[in-house]
T-cell receptor
Framework: AQSVAQPEDQVNVAEGNPLTVKCTYSVSGNPYLFWYVQYPNRGLQFLLKYITGDNLVKGSYGFEAEFNKSQTSFHLKKPSALVSDSALYFCAVRDGGYGQNFVFGPGTRLSVLP | SAVISQKPSRDICQRGTSLTIQCQVDSQVTMMFWYRQQPGQSLTLIATANQGSEATYESGFVIDKFPISRPNLTFSTLTVSNMSPEDSSIYLC????????????FGSGTQLSVL
């Protein structure tokens, strides 16, 4: 069965500093990995995905994530945080070999302090 | 990208009543899903809406409580039946586009409060 862990409920970072939101996963087959962001009273917005190829993927709003197969991780990063990045971030995984279901992590609340 | 219209955006309902949530997509999609997001929690898949047939429910969710329809490739409804305060959540419609099932698009959600 698929599972996703986001070990930090909350991440605080000062504006202008780099940020990292952590994600580890478990799947039986090839992992399809995703990051989504949720702003208050909104649905989820897609940020980026890893399906295959280059381990470093770039996405929307200056975010990037690095796929590490040996550590089964897919951490979200941004070189310089903005106050407007403050939101709830979800990592998700789909098992590429089996079905369509996505499994979401518990979410990490990012607060960027001015 | 797929544009999803979900309504109502929010509602306050009385215990024992039912609410039907609509999801309309601007293009044909292969998969439509309904998720629940309880306060402060992650997303939990309720069911996959299948066109022209009964939905596929996840463990812990049943058709009598959450009947789902999907009459065509662009429209689905979720009904929350016989509501109780424990049903207070955000309900999210999600889709995968035809031929590109690699990511999900989400509607803006329905915030339901049951008194």
């Amino acid at each position: 069965a698929q599972s996703v862990a986001q070990p930090e409920d909350q991440v605080n970072v000062a504006e202008g500093n780099p940020l990292t939101v952590k994600c580890t996963y478990s799947v039986s087959g090839n992992p399809y990995l995703f990051w989504y962001v949720q702003y208050p009273n909104r649905g989820l917005q897609f940020l980026l995905k890893y399906i295959t190829g280059d381990n470093l993927v770039k996405g929307s709003y200056g975010f990037e994530a690095e796929f590490n197969k040996s550590q089964t991780s897919f951490h979200l990063k941004k070189p310089s945080a903005l106050v407007s990045d403050s939101a709830l971030y979800f990592c998700a995984v789909r098992d590429g070999g089996y079905g369509q279901n996505f499994v979401f992590g518990p979410g990490t609340r990012l607060s960027v302090l001015p | 990208s797929a544009v999803i219209s979900q309504k109502p955006s929010r509602d306050i309902c009385q215990r024992g009543t039912s609410l039907t949530i609509q999801c309309q997509v601007d293009s044909q999609v292969t998969m439509m899903f309904w998720y629940r997001q309880q306060p402060g929690q992650s997303l939990t898949l309720i069911a996959t809406a299948n066109q022209g047939s009964e939905a596929t429910y996840e463990s812990g969710f049943v058709i009598d409580k959450f009947p789902i329809s999907r009459p065509n490739l662009t429209f689905s409804t979720l009904t929350v039946s016989n509501m109780s305060p424990e049903d207070s959540s955000i309900y999210l419609c999600s889709v995968s586009r035809l031929g590109t099932n690699e990511k999900l698009f989400f509607g803006s959600g329905t915030q339901l409060s049951v008194l």
